[in-house]
């Protein structure tokens, strides 16, 4: 279990970065319709990330991993079912007090367990995301995690990142 944690700490949202906002009154009563940005950054380790957002405000994000059976804790005795139930089990008993996020093992094959994340920022609790290593800490008091800090900070990291 510690190494599901381990990991997830590591890959999730490594470049997330929050930003702050202020606001300000408008003389106009026309509002703009948010664009509707999807963006997905994938790397050689064949970890993929997708971000959804709003103009620059990601409200909801997917990533998707590989772990061998060794690194989830299960072994090649097990059959698929036994596997994907124990592992879903110590994902559940981790995270499903966290508003927003939901860890599950999906598919089971060649020694390999695909892990999805999913993240769904405007359910969420940035700062219980921070605490949980989930999300970079941003330097200002964010009000949000920025497509394009976080798009920066993934290319930096390796990661090929295209619109979609």
């Known amino acids: 279990m510690k190494k599901i944690g381990i990991f997830l700490l590591l890959f999730c949202l490594m470049g997330c970065v929050r930003v702050g906002t202020t606001t300000e009154e408008s003389d106009t009563t026309e509002v703009e319709e948010a664009q509707t940005n999807i963006v997905n950054c994938t790397n050689e380790a064949n970890q993929q990330y997708t971000f959804f957002a709003h103009d620059d405000e990601i409200y909801s994000m997917q990533e998707i991993f590989y772990m061998s059976?060794?690194?989830?804790?299960?072994?090649?005795?097990?059959?698929?079912?036994?596997?994907?139930?124990?592992?879903?089990?110590?994902?559940?008993?981790?995270?499903?007090?966290?508003?927003?996020?939901?860890?599950?093992?999906?598919?089971?094959?060649?020694?390999?367990?695909?892990?999805?994340?999913?993240?769904?920022?405007?359910v969420a609790d940035n700062d219980q995301l921070v605490e949980l290593g989930l999300l970079q800490e941003g330097e200002v008091q964010s009000q949000y995690v920025s497509l394009k800090k976080t798009r920066e900070s993934y290319t930096s990291n390796g990661f090929a990142c295209a619109v979609q």
């Open 69 to 122: 059976y060794e690194e989830v804790g299960v072994s090649e005795d097990m059959n698929m079912d036994e596997m994907k139930t124990n592992i879903n089990n110590k994902l559940s008993e981790r995270y499903s007090d966290v508003p927003g996020l939901s860890v599950v093992a999906d598919e089971i094959a060649d020694g390999q367990v695909k892990i999805i994340v999913m993240i769904d920022f405007d």
